[in-house]
C-alpha cells in the first residue's frame, strides 16, 4: 500500500519516490496510526545521547562567549515569506483559526535576523539550540525528519572583515573534532565568486538561481550528469556549460585562490575579486587558528538558501562510513555562510546588520553515533540513580519511606519499589538491570541495632553502617567511584 | 484601536475584557508588527534565569529515578480531542497543506500517554521538559502567554496505592522549597470525593461538569458569587447549592477526612468512600516524608482538565507578594494528578495503564525570579567568558588570534574584539560591562620577552607570566576563584 504522505511539493515527491526505488530505502509507515508521518518520540536511550552530544556543543558555543536566545515556535507568516528560495513550499502554515496567519519556524536564522531587527540590535553573539520544522519528504533512513533540532551560532555587527568568520569555522573544527566523528573537511566559498563565475562563464542572470541549484549536486552526481541537467534541462549552451566546469571541478587551498586571481576571465569581474579577496584574507586567519589543513576552498559549493551573500561553507565526514553506518549516507554534517542583507529586510528603514553563522547538524550526528552505540553494544544507563533502598521483610514500607526521603533530602538520587511487600530477589534484580550502584537494606535486624546495610550492587558486599552515619558514608562512596 | 487578537473563544475574550478594564491590566500590543500575539523572544538574561531553574527542576526529577523523553510538537489532530473537555477550542491546528490534519500539542500528559499506549510500555517514570502551545488571550501580566515551557514528571504503572502519588508531592514540595519561592501550600482532593459530594448533596450529573468549573473559581471569586452563578447560571436549587457550600468551604488535615468519613451522606457514596480511603492513605504517607503540614486537604480543588480519574493537587505560593510583584498574581505554581484511564483511550483494545504526575509552572515561577531579579538591581552575566585577549598596539591582529586560539584549544572560554586595532581602553571596558575577570595583554614588549601580560579586572593588578605557562596559569586563577 502507498502510503499516504499529502506532500504536493515536487521535490519532496522527487526524493521520496527515489527512496521507494532504492533497494535500501526505507520508508517508515510503522507508526501511521499514532504520529505524524516524519515526525518521532526520542527515547530514553537516545534523549542521553543527544544531551551529551549538545552538552559538548553548547560548551564550544559558551567557550565563544555566545549569549543564549530563543524564540518562538512560531513566526507571522509573513515574516517567512521570500527567504527560503524554492524551499518554501516546505514551510507549515498554521490553521487560520481567527487572527494572525501564523508558520512554524523553517530554521533558527530568520528568527534571529527578525529579533536583531525588532528590537534594533547592532552587535550580538548568540547561539539557539531549537527545533525546527520542515515538510520534507520523510525519508528516515537518511536521518532526514519534519521536525529536527538545530544548533546555531551567530555573530552580528559591522566588524573588520573576515575575522567572526575565521571563529565560525573554527567553531565548527573544534566541535567536529570535540565530538570524534572521523576525519572531515570544510568546504568553503563565496555567493560573490560564484555569481561572478556565472556571469564570466556567459549565464544570464535569470538563470543563476537554477544554474547554482545544478552545481549544488555535484556532492552526489558526476559533473557529467549536472552538465546533461544544465544543457538539456535548464537550457544552458554547452560551450558555456563546460566553462563552467572549468571552474567547478576546481578545489584546494590558497593556491588555487592565487590562481583564481590570475584567471584571465574571472580576474575581470568585480565581484569575484572581492571574494576572492575575503577568501584570501580568511585562509590568513584559519593558518592563525591552525586549522588551514582541514579548509578547502571548493568553487562547486553553492548552498542552496536564498539569504546568504559572502562567505559560505559546509562540513563533510570523510571517514568511509562502517558497515552499520552505510546507510546512513550522513553527508554535511555542519554548514553556514555570511548574510549581510537578511535583518535589512525586516527593519523598516532597511537598515542592515551584517551578520555570519553556522548550523551544526546535530540530528545527523546523533543518527551516527546512536549507530556506534548500537553496533558497540555499550549499555547506556537511562536514569542516574545511585541508592536503591529495599528491605528483606513484610511490612516495611513505613521504614522504607521514611529513609528514602532521608536520602532525597540529602540529595542523593534515590529509589524504590512501589509495592507494599516486594520480594528482595526482585529488588537486587531491579538494581542490577538498571546499573544502580548501591542498595540500602534495611530490616528488623538493622531496626533494632540502630543500623542499615549498605550493598554494592557490583561486589555483592555488604557493611553495615549506623543509621546516623548512612547519608555521609553514601556520599563519601559516591564522591570515590 | 482595538488590538485583533482573533480569539473567538468566549473564555477567551471575557479574560481578555478582564484586562482591559483592570486598571493595572496591561495588554502588550507592543510587538503586533513583528510577532505572534502572545508569544515572545527570550533574551540571553532570561535564558540565564531559565537555565538555572531548568536544572534545579530536572536535577529533582533527576533524584527520583526519572527518565528524560521528548515527542514531536505536533500531532495527530485526532490524538488530543476529547481529552480537554471544553479547553480544546484552545487547542492550535496546523493548516490542510495535504495529508494527515495535525496539532500542536496542548500539555505533555496526553502525548505521554499517547507514547506509552503506541509502544505498549507498562511501567514508566518519565520526565519532559518542553513547550506547549494554547490558544489563551495574551493577558500577559499574569504570566501567561500562548507559548510555554511545562515540566512535567509522571509515574506510569500498575502500583500499590499512594506510594507514587505521594512521591510526586514529595517532588512538588522539594522544589518549590529548593527555589525559594517563599511559603507555599499543596491542595489535595480526589475527583471520586467531588463527584460522591456532588451527587449526595443532589446535584444532576449531567450538570456535574458545569458545577465542577463553577467550584474551581472558589481560589479567585467568593463562596456567594459562586453559589449565585450556579443558582442563576446553571440552574441549581439553591438548597443543592447550600449543600455543597458546606462542603467546598472545608479545608484541613487529616481531621477533616476522618470527619467526612463520618458525614452522614458522603459516607453513603462508594466512590466518595474510595477516595476518602486513598487520601487517608496517603496523609499517612506524607507523614512519613516529613510534608504534610505543607498539605491541605481541600473539598473545593476542582481542576479542569477532563482526564483526571483520582488524587488531584495544586500548588499555590502563600507569601504576600511584595510590591514589585503584586502585579504578577501568580496563583499555582504546580499541579497534577491522577489519571488512570487516559492510556486506555489510545490503546486499540483498552488496555489501560494508571498514571499519577505533575506539572511545574515553570513561566510563572520564571516571572517570579525575574521580577525579584529586577527589583534587587542584581546584574546577570549572560556570558561565561573567562578570558579576554587584549592588546595597546596596532597591527597585533595575528598575535592575538594565535593567542586565542591556544586558550580555546585549551578549553578556556576566551574573546577578543573584532576589530584590526581596536583601543586598549576600549578592550579593558569590553571586560568590566561583560564581568570578565582576567585579561591577557600582548605586545611588542611582551613578544620579545616571551612573555604575556596576565590582568585581573577587578583588581587592576598585572604580571607577567611566561607564554608557555600562560595556560596554566590561567586554569589555576579560575580554579581558585
Known sequence: MMPSFGLPHKRAWASLFSQLLRPSGLVCIREVHFHSQGTRDLSPQQMVIREKILDMVVGCFKRHGAKRLDTPAFELKEMLTEKYGEDSGLIYDLKDQGGELLSLRYDLTVPFARYLAMNKVKRMKRYHVGKVWRRESPTIVQGRYREFCQCDFDIAGQ???????????????????????????????????????????????????????????????SWNDVRHEMVAKKGL???????????????????????????????QNKQALE????????????????????????????????????????AVLLQTPAQAEESLNVGSVAAGGRYDGLVGMFDPKGHKVPCVGLSIGVERIFAIVEQRIKTSGEKIRTTETQVFVATPQKNFLHERLKLISELWDAGIKAELLYKNNPKLLTQLHYCEHMGIPLVVIIGEQELKEGVIKLRSVASREEVAIKRENLVAEIQKRLSES
Do not use: W
Open 159 to 221: 566588524f573588520d572583515p573576515m575575522i567572526p568568520d575565521a571563529e565560525c569555522l573554527k567553531i565548527m573544527c573544534e566541535i567536529l573534532s570535540g565530538l570524534q566523528l572521523g576525519d572531515f573537511l570544510i568546504k568553503v566559498n563565496d555567493r560573490r565568486i560564484l555569481d561572478g563565475m556565472l556571469a564570466v562563464c556567459g549565464v544570464p542572470e535569470s538563470k543563476f538561481h537554477a544554474i547554482c541549484s545544478s552545481i549544488d549536486k555535484l556532492d552526489k552526481v
Open 237 to 267: 549552451a554547452p560551450e558555456v556549460a563546460d566553462r563552467i566546469g572549468d571552474y567547478v571541478q576546481c578545489h584546494g587551498g590558497v593556491s588555487l585562490i592565487e590562481e583564481m586571481f590570475q584567471d584571465s576571465r574571472l580576474s
Open 275 to 314: 571574494g576572492l579577496g575575503d577568501v584570501k584574507l580568511l585562509f590568513e586567519y584559519l593558518t592563525l587558528f591552525g586549522i588551514a589543513e582541514k579548509i578547502s576552498f571548493d568553487l562547486s559549493l553553492a548552498r542552496g538558501l536564498d539569504y546568504y551573500t559572502g562567505v559560505i561553507y559546509e
